[in-house]
């Protein structure tokens, strides 16, 4: 899968169903009919790095840290390419190591919404915490884990 | 009793320099490497705020996906001003959770385990210093775990 640059014209790629900062950003199921979609914004200062597949999803790297090399990773998928997630995590992954030469990626994942984690370990990612209470959702705060990748040069 | 008292950015900046090698980390700045233009700059960004207590500085940093959860970062291994802190957030900030993330070897990590803390996880290469990348350690209490220690 082929990540590009973030153009204006991707801008409708930004919005959706997600929980915010997701790792995998897929559609949350059973979301209230009035809750306001998750927008991302786009790219405004050198601390977000983002790239899209054209139609399908965004990659955003954010808190990007020069000088330890790492950077918080999210995603967000289109409710029709959920099933291109571990693709996409893979070719994110990719893109943080080897065209931004970071050291360690990491994210956020919230097990209340299902837990990818064959695809998280096949992308390279490890169960680093849990952190409780981390995130409302479903009117109640929730745990919500950390996964990171590092790379081994 | 020492009073805590909040300090502008320039007093937080003043302070994390001096605090020198205790600062590193501290709301994920490092003032060994970031000059004050920058430590000022990224505090702002990302909406910290910092107290101090005679020679210890606190942090916070609401959790923007759970307003009742805050990060926390101490300079010191003084349980007794992290747990002051923590009443403080409580009373008026609302706060009814606490996160950290301390480097391994920081003298911070006293001041936390001694607060009724509990290590939830290790963020394996998550810091860069003195020519190798370091694990951090994640703490996490509730305000009553804070009371009770």
């Not at chain 1, 390279?124 to 040069?153: C, K, M, N, Y």
């Not at chain 2, 006293?110 to 810091?127: N, V």
């Amino acid at each position: 899968m082929m990540l590009r640059g973030y153009r204006d014209s991707d801008r409708a790629l930004l919005t959706g169903y997600w929980l915010p900062g997701e790792l995998v950003g897929r559609p949350v199921a059973d979301r209230p009919p009035l809750a306001e979609p998750t927008t991302v914004t786009p790219p405004a200062d050198p601390t977000t790095e983002m790239c899209v597949v054209p139609g399908t999803a965004f990659v955003r790297f954010t808190d990007l840290d020069w000088v330890n090399r790492r950077a918080r990773l999210e995603t967000g998928l289109r409710p029709e390419a959920v099933d291109d997630g571990e693709v996409l995590l893979k070719s994110a992954v990719s893109h943080g190591f080897r065209v931004l030469n970071l050291h360690r990626v990491y994210g956020w994942v919230t097990p209340a919404c299902g837990v990818p984690v064959a695809a998280l370990r096949d992308a390279g990612f490890q169960l680093e915490a849990t952190v409780p209470d981390a995130i409302w959702l479903d009117g109640r705060p929730v745990e919500r884990q950390l996964w990171g990748a590092v790379r081994h040069d | 009793m020492t009073e805590m008292r909040r300090l502008d950015i320039a007093g937080g900046v003043a302070g994390l320099r001096a605090a020198g090698d205790q600062a590193r980390g501290f709301l994920g700045t490092d003032p060994v490497t970031q000059n004050d233009a920058l430590l000022g700059s990224e505090l702002t960004r990302i909406g910290a705020q910092v107290y101090g207590h005679g020679d210890t500085l606190l942090g916070y940093l609401p959790n923007v996906d759970q307003p009742r959860q805050a990060y926390l970062a101490s300079t010191s291994s003084d349980p007794d001003a992290l747990r002051l802190f923590t009443a403080f957030l409580g009373t008026y900030q609302r706060c009814t959770s606490y996160v950290a993330t301390v480097p391994a070897d920081s003298v911070a990590v006293g001041a936390f385990d001694a607060c009724g803390f509990r290590r939830i996880g290790m963020l394996r290469d998550h810091q860069y210093r003195s020519g190798r990348y370091h694990d951090v350690v994640m703490f996490f209490a509730t305000g009553e775990d804070v009371c009770r220690s």
